[in-house]
């Protein structure tokens, strides 16, 4: 990426808001807001009266586009609805149109307004990467910002790919895949030498010079370049052959299987698609799904189903539209992309993208040939993909309707919540929640508890659930008292990790905060914690004892292991900070600057808990007041 929008979010000049305490929303709003509009392109954003961000556009003309809005009819249900909920406005102003494009796209990824296609997305596409900051290149997985030296080539669609891709990498071209230190510090060849991984630059096994060459056929055949590659590879076998090396002869030619191996494992090899990402939309039963192929250097490098937050009237091409824009907020563009629609921005998007992208960037919607028959290879994996999710969340929603049969609920629970506690022998309890539902997990809404208090018994997990619970389920009431947001909504069901003793203390914390109307059952393991044989334990009711092959059965095993896993990964991290923990962490007024000054003027936290007034006042930033605050901080303690 080379050129960025001049203005952001944060460092463009805004036009006020209405600071006012007035509650008024709607087109009469939204007028007086277009009346201070600039004229020229730029990024709006519409807020309710809790200023929470409603929608964000983007417009040539800022002032014509709000002034649009204001006249409070002609518009779809959508539409009108945004305008009745809003109550404020704010503007940022560009330079052209491309740069207000991209800049919509990155404040909608990042805000996710409620009436904005939003890309539901939270993971990176991983890259090939040979290093360029080390005088023998690595070739590695990277994931994140391409801040590091070298060249990258993707993204690839899974990690999975990523790493079968570079195994074969390393059959054909010999490179390293080990880090700096462990390059430095080799005195012989390993293994990936001995199994013809690694051509073993770090004892002298290749020159730099012949390794140079290998990384550069490397690199060749990921630019595409690969029947040239293999021809001078078959041209060096040869060669090898006449000389009577059959050994070098033998070790090109496992170097052309493996890569004949990549190419054969391709599925979809276009000989007219070289470097194109390739977008197709379907619609179902209100839901869209976008379906994305990955193609560089005529490779076929994964694909990934997409199911972006959408409102249900509106058609795929808009949707579409939206998903592009964001889609390539946080990662480079291809010379091509392929749509299976035809959309209202196609010239501006790819606009948009080749100023970002630093390249020329041709965004076409195929009529015809092999790449319409691609795009239309697409929009059948986007159909199949849709069916499938359908398909997942009828069969969720039919177990949960069972669920809520069996324990007696009035209707299938929308919001199911899971606690469990992890500590070893005592020690850094940490209790973790878990929100599911028809849906699936909403991993947003995970909360942890670090367990504290010297009154709470080391290993009582009866005392560990009740502060658990009772901190969750009071911050819920002070929330629902006050109106404020929903994160801490009221669950339709609390599953417990434990037997009797566990359910009987989160019924005891449920009646004292008056929600007697929750509905509360515990999970308990099976005898020698034996999957398949779980009891359900519900207050004044009789047990349960499913059949081990019931699906409600394992809908609960599957909820109470994440919130498990949840649980013993935040245990770990506790304990983990705890063994770099110091004790000058607790004392107040010390932050990390002047922790630091201390450790370096004394040596140790040790020397600092014995250090006397007038020494701690020598230090660089301690006052004689925090000096005399430290002394006293460690001589209460004895």
Same mark, same amino acid.
């Given at each position: 990426?080379?050129?960025?929008?001049?203005n952001?979010?944060?460092?463009a &000049?805004? +036009?006020? %808001?209405?600071? /006012? $305490? *007035?509650?008024?929303?709607g087109?009469?709003?939204? !007028? @007086? =807001?277009? #009346?201070?509009?600039?004229?020229? &392109?730029? +990024?709006? %954003?519409?807020f /309710? $009266? *809790?200023?929470?961000?409603?929608?964000?556009?983007? !417009? @040539? =003309?800022? #002032?014509?586009?709000?002034q649009s809005?204001a006249?409070g009819?002609?518009?779809n249900?959508?539409?009108?609805?945004?305008?009745?909920?809003t109550a404020?406005?704010?503007?940022?102003?560009t330079?052209?149109?491309?740069?207000?494009?991209?800049?919509?796209?990155?404040l909608?990824?990042?805000?996710?307004?409620?009436y904005?296609?939003?890309?539901?997305?939270?993971?990176?596409?991983?890259?090939?990467l040979i290093?360029?900051?080390?005088?023998?290149?690595?070739?590695?997985?990277?994931?994140?910002?391409?801040?590091?030296k070298?060249?990258?080539?993707g993204?690839?669609?899974?990690?999975?790919?990523?790493?079968?891709?570079?195994?074969?990498?390393?059959?054909?071209?010999?490179?390293?895949?080990?880090?700096?230190?462990?390059?430095?510090?080799?005195?012989?060849?390993?293994?990936l030498?001995?199994?013809?991984?690694?051509?073993?630059p770090?004892?002298?096994e290749?020159?730099?010079?012949a390794?140079?060459a290998?990384?550069?056929?490397?690199?060749?055949?990921?630019?595409?370049?690969s029947?040239?590659?293999?021809h001078?590879?078959?041209?060096?076998m040869?060669?090898?052959?006449?000389?009577?090396?059959?050994?070098?002869?033998?070790?090109?030619r496992?170097?052309?299987?493996?890569?004949s191996?990549?190419?054969?494992?391709?599925?979809?090899?276009?000989?007219?698609?070289?470097?194109?990402?390739?977008?197709?939309?379907h619609q179902?039963?209100?839901?869209?799904?976008?379906?994305?192929?990955?193609?560089?250097a005529?490779?076929?490098?994964?694909?990934?189903?997409?199911?972006?937050?959408?409102?249900?009237?509106?058609?795929?091409?808009?949707?579409?539209?939206?998903?592009i824009a964001q889609?390539?907020?946080?990662?480079p563009?291809?010379?091509?992309?392929?749509?299976?629609?035809?959309?209202?921005?196609?010239?501006?998007?790819a606009?948009?993208l080749?100023?970002?992208?630093?390249?020329?960037?041709?965004?076409?919607?195929?009529?015809?040939?092999?790449?319409?028959?691609?795009?239309?290879?697409?929009?059948?994996n986007?159909?199949e993909?849709?069916?499938?999710?359908?398909?997942?969340?009828?069969?969720?929603?039919?177990?949960?309707?069972?669920?809520?049969?069996l324990?007696?609920?009035?209707?299938p629970p929308e919001?199911?919540?899971?606690?469990?506690?992890?500590?070893?022998?005592?020690t850094?309890p940490v209790?973790?929640?878990?929100?599911?539902?028809p849906?699936g997990?909403?991993?947003?809404q995970?909360r942890?508890?670090?367990?504290?208090g010297?009154?709470?018994?080391?290993?009582?997990?009866?005392?560990?659930?009740?502060?658990?619970?009772?901190?969750?389920?009071?911050?819920?009431?002070?929330e629902?008292?006050?109106?404020?947001?929903e994160?801490w909504?009221?669950?339709d069901?609390v599953?417990i990790?434990?037997?009797?003793?566990?359910?009987?203390?989160a019924?005891?914390?449920?009646?004292?905060?008056?929600?007697?109307?929750?509905?509360?059952?515990?999970?308990?393991k099976?005898?020698?914690r034996?999957?398949?044989?779980?009891?359900?334990?519900?207050k004044?009711?009789?047990?349960?004892?499913?059949?081990?092959?019931?699906?409600?059965?394992y809908?609960i095993?599957t909820?109470?292991?994440e919130?498990?896993r949840?649980?013993?990964g935040?245990?770990?991290?506790?304990?983990?900070?705890?063994?770099?923990a110091?004790p000058?962490?607790?004392?107040?007024?010390?932050?990390?600057?002047r922790?630091?000054?201390?450790?370096q003027?004394?040596?140790?936290?040790?020397?600092?808990?014995?250090?006397?007034?007038?020494?701690?006042?020598t230090?660089?930033?301690?006052?004689a007041?925090?000096a005399?605050?430290?002394?006293?901080?460690f001589?209460?303690?004895?």
């Amino acid at each position: 990426m080379t050129d960025e929008p001049t203005n952001s979010a944060d460092e463009a &000049p805004l +036009v006020k %808001r209405n600071t /006012d $305490a *007035d509650p008024e929303t709607g087109a009469n709003v939204i !007028a @007086r =807001h277009a #009346k201070l509009a600039p004229p020229g &392109p730029g +990024v709006y %954003r519409m807020f /309710d $009266a *809790d200023e929470q961000v409603l929608y964000v556009g983007k !417009a @040539r =003309h800022l #002032k014509k586009r709000v002034q649009s809005y204001a006249r409070g009819s002609g518009h779809n249900n959508r539409i009108a609805h945004m305008i009745a909920d809003t109550a404020a406005m704010e503007f940022v102003t560009t330079k052209t149109e491309m740069e207000a494009l991209l800049l919509e796209a990155n404040l909608i990824k990042r805000l996710k307004p409620r009436y904005n296609v939003v890309l539901r997305d939270d993971k990176s596409f991983p890259f090939i990467l040979i290093s360029r900051d080390h005088p023998v290149p690595q070739i590695l997985k990277h994931r994140g910002a391409r801040n590091r030296k070298g060249d990258y080539f993707g993204p690839f669609a899974s990690a999975g790919a990523v790493g079968r891709t570079i195994n074969t990498l390393q059959r054909a071209f010999l490179l390293r895949s080990c880090s700096d230190g462990y390059y430095e510090a080799r005195t012989r060849p390993c293994l990936l030498y001995q199994i013809k991984r690694c051509s073993a630059p770090c004892t002298g096994e290749i020159s730099e010079d012949a390794y140079g060459a290998l990384v550069e056929e490397a690199m060749g055949f990921l630019r595409g370049e690969s029947d040239e590659v293999k021809h001078r590879l078959r041209a060096l076998m040869e060669a090898a052959s006449e000389s009577q090396n059959y050994e070098r002869a033998a070790s090109i030619r496992d170097r052309l299987t493996a890569l004949s191996h990549i190419q054969s494992h391709q599925g979809i090899n276009p000989h007219t698609v070289k470097d194109a990402d390739v977008f197709a939309a379907h619609q179902d039963a209100g839901q869209t799904c976008i379906q994305v192929f990955f193609f560089r250097a005529g490779n076929n490098w994964g694909n990934r189903a997409y199911f972006p937050r959408a409102d249900k009237a509106l058609p795929a091409e808009d949707v579409l539209e939206a998903f592009i824009a964001q889609f390539y907020d946080d990662k480079p563009a291809p010379r091509h992309i392929l749509l299976s629609h035809e959309i209202a921005g196609q010239r501006l998007l790819a606009d948009a993208l080749e100023l970002k992208a630093g390249h020329k960037v041709e965004v076409l919607t195929p009529q015809r040939g092999e790449r319409r028959e691609l795009v239309e290879h697409v929009r059948v994996n986007a159909q199949e993909a849709l069916g499938r999710r359908l398909a997942e969340h009828a069969s969720q929603r039919a177990i949960y309707t069972r669920l809520a049969e069996l324990l007696d609920l009035d209707e299938p629970p929308e919001r199911v919540e899971v606690y469990d506690i992890s500590h070893i022998s005592g020690t850094n309890p940490v209790g973790g929640m878990i929100v599911a539902g028809p849906e699936g997990f909403q991993k947003a809404q995970y909360r942890k508890f670090n367990m504290k208090g010297e009154d709470l018994t080391p290993g009582d997990d009866y005392a560990m659930m009740r502060q658990m619970l009772t901190r969750r389920f009071s911050r819920l009431l002070k929330e629902r008292e006050s109106d404020e947001d929903e994160s801490w909504s009221m669950p339709d069901l609390v599953l417990i990790d434990g037997g009797p003793g566990q359910l009987s203390a989160a019924h005891g914390v449920l009646e004292e905060l008056g929600l007697t109307d929750i509905n509360l059952a515990a999970v308990a393991k099976g005898p020698d914690r034996n999957a398949g044989r779980e009891r359900i334990y519900r207050k004044d009711k009789e047990t349960l004892l499913l059949e081990p092959r019931d699906p409600v059965l394992y809908c609960i095993q599957t909820l109470r292991d994440e919130a498990h896993r949840f649980a013993i990964g935040a245990h770990r991290m506790r304990r983990k900070k705890g063994f770099t923990a110091s004790p000058l962490d607790e004392v107040p007024g010390i932050g990390p600057t002047r922790k630091r000054a201390l450790l370096q003027h004394f040596g140790s936290a040790k020397a600092v808990s014995r250090a006397g007034v007038a020494d701690l006042e020598t230090v660089g930033g301690i006052s004689a007041q925090m000096a005399k605050t430290i002394y006293d901080f460690f001589h209460e303690r004895g």
